[in-house]
């Protein structure tokens, strides 16, 4: 399980560098960010020490991995491109998802592995760990991925103080996870609505391969 959330969260910043660069902007590929590799995208406080330190408490889980750097000025068209910087992450996290539930499916509906095995759990799990990653950064509060997204619909009297935020972000952030429970159950039917979908885009229950 920790070997596929540490892959799917160097994948989700691989997109970010992928896009960036795409853009204009190759700051990330320069610094060797723009590969699949998990190693060049952990971070030894956000992707470690944090969540282990959680875990060992008895806490909700809280992590990421090193955020990838992104010089705007060198994108071609600055405030559109970061919006599609932003969005090639949980974009990524979301075609994971899919990947795993075809995985899943072919070990159970193949009869590989039963539904209750290690093997098939592991991989649901992954479906939704992706799932929660697309999710959680597309909400709306810098520095998460949303906000890039949010600052781009704006109008721009509202943009400017909107983005100033960002320097009180990760505090935001912390608050949102550990002080508003309403927040982890609204995430998680969130999670399941968009597990059941992806379910059903997938094919819904295989009958025979």
Not at 6 to 27: F, K, N, P, Q
Not at 96 to 123: C, E, N, P, T
Not at 172 to 188: A, D, E, H, M, Y
Request: a positive charge.
């Amino acid at each position: 399980m920790i070997a596929f959330v540490v892959l799917s969260l160097g994948i989700h910043e691989a997109a970010h560098a992928w896009m960036a660069y795409r853009c204009g902007d190759s700051t990330a590929k320069d610094m060797g960010r723009m590969t699949l590799s998990p190693f060049a995208h952990i971070d030894l406080f956000m992707t470690v020490l944090l969540p282990l330190v959680l875990f060992l408490s008895n806490m909700t889980v809280f992590g990421g991995a090193k955020p990838v750097p992104v010089n705007p000025h060198r994108l071609r068209h600055p405030l559109r491109d970061m919006t599609l910087v932003a969005l090639a992450g949980p974009v990524s996290n979301l075609l994971l998802a899919v990947l795993f539930m075809l995985i899943w499916k072919a070990l159970v509906f193949g009869h590989i592995y039963g539904r209750d095995d290690l093997m098939s759990q592991v991989m649901y799990a992954t479906v939704q760990i992706n799932t929660v990653l697309a999710l959680f950064n597309m909400i709306p509060i810098p520095p998460l991925d949303g906000s890039r997204v949010m600052a781009y619909v704006l109008p721009p009297s509202l943009r400017e103080g909107y983005v100033r935020l960002e320097r009180f972000g990760m505090l935001l952030v912390v608050g949102l996870v550990f002080f508003v429970p309403q927040s982890f159950n609204i995430l998680t039917s969130a999670v399941r609505a968009v597990t059941g979908w992806i379910y059903v885009l997938t094919g819904g229950a295989w009958s025979a391969i």
